[in-house]
């Protein structure tokens, strides 16, 4: 992290500790599109401000002669699955569409783009070679075999491009207009030399939180997790010969395309079935040729781990002896929350392709939220608040990293990078009937998450890799709905289910998330 990072860090750090004002959730927010506000507890961290805990203190205002003792500390242990098997790209489009009859938009995996196997071979390797004769938005192919001698392409890469070169599916000459070419790749970007993705994600694990409420208003809590985690994938279809009647501009794109090649090679040979042939089909070794697994991920590993610090205040805006115009009795509590996660989670593995990572991917993280509810007697309460998580930069070695503006998903060639996220901005508002049937509790929270643009860089330079690619792509946003019950079988247990759903997304995953918990209060 820069040195500016970590001032600034460290002031916003130091601002939100002296200035504290009230609470307890799992305020953080996450890197993970998948699992933006991860819950922890179904109890007391979503029921602000942290209910049970602070339960006792409110019933006090409300009655002076009420001597219930006060809870100091809790812990929860909570089993919880998460999946997903929908998402939207950055314009809203929806991926995962069981309606659909478009291999495209029927798998997950795409809305972040199909895994454009052609894109591999355009564009420089790291040495700035490249089979363009030195322009990688050519038309024109040039000396193919001294350039393909002189490119740092795998076998595998060559074998595959001379195969298509002999069948007649790229141009011939200097003078002809390659299939590789710039005008035409762009007429379509989902489905000419790329596969599909319907990826589904999961995870299954146990998550707890222990609450320490030391003083009235004052208090702190833990937070993590074990789980594991599956993306998996049944097969990657082959996209290239769905163009043909998918694509909506076949008449510009296909006849055009397949009309410069007829006259440069005099045949009359159809590119679609040779690329779908030599690309498509060949994915599995084109993408291990350049060091990616497409098998199914799954691990057992630790999440980060969180830990905050809040403060809370009950205010009672009616008291009985001032209220003279008989008011509805109403107590509020604004609160501030200071955060930090350490990155105990599994970072990505770059090597396979359907890996994610466990927490936030190796960044260390901290946030502060700030909010407010009020709590009407005998009704529910309503709140409200606005949080930020700042994320710490990481250094990755041996990433994929585009070497084309067009390339999208999986990139030929790798190098080392240094990665500072953008922040995470959430707001959210809360309606908590407590108690509303004896010994009964309900939690509803509506969460706007939204992540801002990453700054990817190389830890040394070279200009054939382009990392703006990357981060054009890093920014997302999730809208979430949490729901619980809670239920108190003793002065000391509650036992609640938790129901989380992201209702709209984009750039994201779209996650469903239920959680069973046993709170142990003393």
């Known amino acids: 992290m820069t040195k500016h990072n970590i001032i600034y860090c460290s002031i916003l750090f130091s601002l939100v500790i002296v200035s504290f004002t009230s609470i307890q959730t799992a305020h953080l927010t996450t890197l993970m599109d998948y699992d933006p506000t991860p819950i922890f507890n179904t109890a007391n961290s979503y029921m602000p401000p942290n209910a049970h805990f602070h339960s006792y203190i409110k019933e006090q ?25 929908r998402a939207k790209d950055d314009t809203g489009t929806l991926y995962g569409d069981a309606q659909s009859t478009d291999p495209v938009f029927l798998g997950m995996g795409n809305y972040a783009g199909t895994p454009f196997i052609l894109g591999m071979f355009l564009g420089n390797d790291p040495n700035g070679n490249n ?29 595959t491009f001379l195969q298509l070169k002999s069948y007649g599916a790229t141009a011939q000459n200097d003078d002809a207009e390659s299939i590789f070419s710039a005008p035409y790749l762009n007429q379509d970007q989902l489905y000419f030399g790329a596969v599909s993705w319907p990826a589904t994600y999961q995870k299954l694990g146990l998550r707890f939180e222990f609450n320490f409420d030391f ?6 809590y833990v937070q993590g997790g074990v789980g594991n985690l599956k993306h998996a994938t049944l097969n990657y279809p082959g996209l ?3 163009t043909a009647t998918n694509a909506t501009s076949t008449t510009t794109y296909l006849s055009d395309l397949s009309t410069s090649i007829n006259d440069a090679y005099g045949t009359t040979n159809n590119p679609l079935p040779l690329i779908s042939q030599w690309i498509d089909s060949n994915y599995i070794d084109l993408l291990e040729s350049v060091g990616y697994s497409t098998k199914n991920f799954e691990e057992i590993r630790f999440e980060d781990l969180r830990a905050h610090i809040f403060v809370r205040h009950a205010f009672d805006m009616h008291p009985p002896i001032h209220n003279k115009h008989k008011w509805n009795r109403m107590i509020f509590t604004p609160y501030l929350i200071a955060g930090l996660s350490l990155p105990t989670g599994h970072e990505k593995n770059y090597g396979q392709l359907q890996s994610l990572a466990f927490g936030n991917n190796g960044h260390s993280s901290v946030g502060a939220t700030g909010g407010f509810m009020f709590d009407f007697e005998d009704t529910i309460e309503i709140g409200a608040e606005l949080g930020i998580t700042a994320f710490f930069e990481n250094k990755f070695n041996n990433v994929p990293v585009p070497t084309h503006e067009q390339q999208r998903v999986v990139y030929p060639f790798r190098t080392n990078i240094v990665v500072q996220p953008g922040y995470n901005w959430h707001t959210a508002v809360t309606m908590n009937a407590y108690e509303f049937v004896n010994n009964v509790n309900f939690y509803f929270k509506y969460v706007f998450v939204t992540h801002t643009k990453d700054t990817i860089s ?16 890093s920014e997302w946003s999730s809208q979430l709905i949490t729901t619980a019950l809670d239920f108190a079988v003793h002065n000391m247990i509650h036992m609640g289910v938790s129901w989380q759903i992201s209702i ?5 995953r779209a996650p469903q998330t239920v959680m069973a918990s046993v709170n142990f209060m003393f």
Not at 131 to 159: E, R
Not at 460 to 470: E, I, M, S
Not at 504 to 508: G, M, R, S
């Open 61 to 85: 205002i409300k009655d002076s002669d009420d001597k219930a003792s006060r809870k100091l500390m809790g812990f929860a242990v909570s089993p919880f699955f998460a999946r997903s098997i």
């Open 131 to 159: 089979i363009w004769n030195g322009n990688t938005v050519s038309t024109t192919v040039g000396n193919l075999q001294t350039n393909l001698n002189n490119t740092a392409w795998p076998k595998d890469f060559n074998d």
């Open 215 to 220: 003083f009235k208003n004052l208090g702190i």
């Open 240 to 242: 290239t010969e769905a």
């Open 458 to 473: 190389l830890q040394k330079a070279n200009g054939n890799f382009l990392p703006h690619v990357l981060e054009n792509q």
């Open 504 to 508: 709209d997304q984009k750039n994201a």
